[in-house]
């Protein structure tokens, strides 16, 4: 073993997005790239005797990053590292692990959703000594660090053995391995109800999870089958896949297809459930119907009472600003604060660590609370099924009750993908500076009561952000958003978020794409769509 100092030059584009820093995995094998970056993360956050978490959720290219990284670890001096077995952890797992082992942060190595191969995507990302992402101004640090980078350290050795549990060492650092599930599946049975929830399975209840080939399947076989006693089978596609089976890890109705056919059949089980790439996403849905995310989130803040770990009730719920406001009016029923921030999970980190809240989502299938510094896509389910054991009701149940009491947020999203990033750009401009003259202005015989592009002061240190989305809200609360994503690695892809309001008792029980007709055409003639970026229709809806 030697430790090596590698002469370097900066690279451009080590910039992280909404979650971390996100490439084509060739452009992560290419030569000093992975080094360069994460040579920055410490040079930031400090190497010398501090203990960190590493993982990823198994993708193509994660054990060997692993060891680069590991060996990357020992020459800055690392004193400690806990790596999953394999050197894989779902993200809640990794935030969990950070903060169980009070350790300094962690290395998460994940293109999340993305899908996965050598042609596909990478990505690595810092958490922090709280378990979430790194915020922005360490984010940006990184950034600034990579492109003034002239060497990395690294030692010049064997590979560390992940698949054996234990302590190894590498150098004079501590290699410990551990299981990826078990301190997980421990922190899951100590907020839920697992005896009810076992009680509900051996009662007949059946359930379908799909893990979608990637790394929930041993987490959702250990905690469903195994400790709840759901029927064999219960979890398909649980073998994680290092290409999750070529397809797009990302539980949402398209992507998720097999697994909304089945609940809309005739043989549908009582309830399913899907996880993204790396655990962090779910999607729910029940017997003949799909449950929105934003509608999911102010479910779960309104019966999250019904969950041990929650008996006392919640401090507040939090929402990303394009996720629907149906999460603020259970808020409000409660007596509780409410928070909406940028798109990205970090932004929730301050007001939970402040215990300003207690449950957080979005309308990306990420929700979640302050167990762990991240969205849990097991979690959700969980608290989903715990519920489903006290109520004694169906999905479609809870459902209707929840609108009937609290009015029904109609809510879509569609996504445009790759689209030239130029003319993607172009059109945003020219919304932002439409954004003053459309106050006032009638469209689609809705009349428009505000519009602008939205800015976030975080309550809890007084950072600010900017330009996170532009937002044209209509006189009923009905709403537009546009934004571009920060997680793609091909030219643009434009959000559009549309969302609508019906107090009841009428009306709460329309097509959603039909609620939304008149918000979705005025969204298309406000931004000009067509005409900037040659699309008519979204390549995906949500
Ligand atoms: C997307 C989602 C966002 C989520 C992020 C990471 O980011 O929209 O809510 O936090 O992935 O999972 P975007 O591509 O929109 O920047
Ligand atoms: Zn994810």
Same mark, same amino acid.
């Given at each position: 073993?030697?430790?090596?100092?590698?002469?370097?030059?900066p690279i451009?584009?080590q910039?992280? =997005?909404?979650s971390?820093?996100?490439?084509?995995?060739?452009?992560f094998m290419? @030569?000093h790239?992975?080094?360069?970056?994460?040579?920055?993360?410490?040079?930031?956050?400090?190497?010398?005797?501090?203990?960190?978490?590493?993982?990823?959720?198994?993708?193509?290219?994660?054990?060997?990053a692993?060891?680069v990284? $590991?060996? +990357?670890?020992?020459a800055?001096?690392?004193?400690?590292?806990?790596?999953?077995?394999g050197?894989v952890?779902?993200t809640p797992?990794?935030?969990?692990?950070?903060?169980l082992?009070?350790?300094?942060g962690?290395? #998460?190595?994940?293109?999340s959703?993305? @899908?996965?191969?050598?042609?596909?995507?990478?990505?690595v990302?810092?958490n922090?000594e709280?378990g979430g992402?790194?915020?922005?101004?360490?984010?940006?640090?990184?950034?600034?660090?990579?492109?003034?980078?002239?060497?990395?350290? #690294?030692?010049?050795?064997?590979?560390?053995d992940?698949?054996?549990?234990?302590?190894?060492?590498?150098g004079?650092?501590?290699?410990?391995?551990?299981?990826?599930v078990?301190?997980y599946?421990?922190?899951?049975?100590?907020?839920?109800?697992?005896?009810a929830?076992?009680?509900m399975?051996?009662?007949?209840?059946? +359930?379908?999870?799909?893990?979608?080939?990637?790394?929930?399947?041993?987490?959702? /076989?250990?905690?469903?089958?195994?400790?709840?006693?759901?029927?064999?089978?219960?979890?398909?596609? *649980?073998q994680?896949?290092p290409?999750f089976?070529?397809?797009?890890?990302?539980?949402?109705?398209?992507?998720?297809?097999?697994?909304?056919?089945?609940?809309?059949?005739?043989?549908? @089980?009582?309830?399913?459930?899907?996880?993204?790439?790396?655990?962090?996403?779910? +999607?729910?849905?029940?017997?003949?119907?799909?449950?929105? @995310?934003?509608?999911? %989130?102010?479910?779960?803040?309104?019966?999250?009472?019904?969950?041990?770990a929650?008996?006392?009730?919640?401090?507040?719920v939090?929402?990303?600003?394009?996720?629907?406001?149906? *999460?603020?009016?259970v808020?409000?029923?409660?007596?509780? !604060?409410?928070? !909406?921030?940028?798109?990205?999970?970090?932004?929730f =980190?301050?007001? $939970?660590?402040?215990g300003?809240?207690?449950?957080c989502?979005e309308?990306?299938?990420?929700?979640?609370?302050d167990?762990?510094?991240?969205k849990?896509?097991l979690?959700?389910?969980? %608290?989903w099924?715990?519920i489903?054991?006290?109520?004694?009701?169906? /999905?479609?149940?809870?459902l209707?009750?929840h609108? *009937?009491?609290?009015?029904?947020n109609?809510?879509?999203?569609?996504?445009?993908?790759a689209?030239?990033?130029?003319?993607?750009?172009?059109m945003?401009?020219?919304?932002?500076?439409? %954004?003053?003259?459309l106050?006032?202005?009638?469209?689609?015989?809705?009349?428009i009561?505000?519009a602008?592009d939205?800015?976030?002061?975080?309550?809890?240190?007084?950072?600010?952000?900017?330009?996170?989305?532009?937002?044209?809200?209509?006189?009923?609360?009905?709403r537009?958003?546009?934004?571009?994503?920060g997680? =793609?690695?091909?030219?643009?892809?434009?959000r559009?978020? %549309?969302?609508?309001?019906?107090?009841?008792?009428?009306?709460?029980?329309?097509?959603?794409q039909?609620?939304?007709?008149?918000i #979705?055409r005025?969204?298309?003639?406000?931004?000009?769509?067509e005409?900037f970026?040659?699309?008519q229709a979204?390549?995906? #809806?949500?």
């Open positions: 073993m030697s430790h090596q100092t590698i002469a370097t030059t451009a584009g910039k992280p =997005g909404t971390g820093l996100r490439k084509k995995t060739r452009v290419g @030569p790239y992975l080094e360069n970056f994460v040579q920055a993360i410490f040079d930031v956050v400090g190497a010398a005797g501090k203990c960190f978490v590493l993982g990823g959720d198994g993708r193509f290219f994660n054990a060997e692993a060891q990284i $590991l060996r +990357m670890a020992a800055n001096g690392v004193a400690r590292v806990i790596v999953g077995q050197a952890l779902s797992a990794a935030s969990h692990l950070i903060r082992n009070q350790t300094d962690g290395i #998460i190595m994940s293109a959703h993305n @899908p996965g191969g050598l042609d596909e995507d990478f990505g990302k810092f922090m709280n992402p790194a915020p922005e101004a360490v984010t940006e640090a990184m950034y600034k660090r990579t492109t003034e980078i002239e060497a990395y350290q #690294i030692w010049q050795g064997q590979d560390v992940l698949g054996r549990l234990g302590r190894q060492h590498l004079a650092m501590i290699v410990d391995v551990v299981d990826p078990t301190d599946a421990a922190l899951m049975e100590s907020l839920f109800d697992f005896k929830i076992a009680t399975f051996a009662g007949g209840f059946s +359930m379908r999870m799909d893990s979608m080939s990637a790394v929930t399947g041993p987490y959702a /076989v250990e905690i469903l089958q195994n400790r709840l006693g759901a029927a064999a089978g219960t979890v398909i596609n *649980a994680a896949l290409d089976g070529g397809l797009h890890p990302d539980p949402n109705p398209t992507w998720a297809k097999a697994l909304m056919d089945e609940m809309f059949s005739q043989a549908a @089980p009582d309830f399913g459930a899907a996880s993204d790439g790396d655990g962090d996403r779910n +999607m729910v849905v029940g017997r003949g119907i799909y449950v929105s @995310p934003s509608d999911s %989130l102010a479910v779960l803040a309104a019966n999250a009472h019904l969950a041990p929650y008996a006392g009730g919640i401090a507040g939090a929402r990303s600003m394009p996720t629907s406001a149906a *999460a603020d009016r808020a409000r029923a409660l007596g509780v !604060e409410s928070f !909406e921030t940028p798109t990205g999970w970090k932004f =980190g301050n007001l $939970l660590d402040a300003r809240v207690t449950i989502g309308e990306s299938f990420g929700t979640g609370s167990h762990v510094r991240e849990d896509g979690w959700a389910v969980l %608290l099924l715990n489903l054991a006290v109520r004694k009701q169906s /999905v479609a149940q809870i209707a009750e609108w *009937a009491k609290f009015g029904r109609y809510y879509s999203r569609h996504d445009f993908e689209i030239a990033s130029d003319k993607a750009d172009a945003m401009a020219a919304l932002r500076q439409s %954004l003053p003259s106050i006032g202005h009638q469209i689609e015989g809705m009349q009561a505000a602008d939205f800015a976030y002061t975080d309550p809890v240190d007084g950072s600010i952000s900017r330009a996170q989305g532009v937002r044209i809200v209509f006189a009923d609360d009905s537009i958003v546009l934004r571009l994503s997680t =793609g690695t091909q030219g643009a892809t434009l559009l978020y %549309l969302e609508r309001y019906v107090a009841g008792p009428e009306g709460l029980d329309l097509e959603p039909q609620a939304l007709a008149a #979705i005025a969204a298309h003639t406000l931004a000009g769509i005409s970026t040659g699309r979204p390549d995906v #809806i949500t």
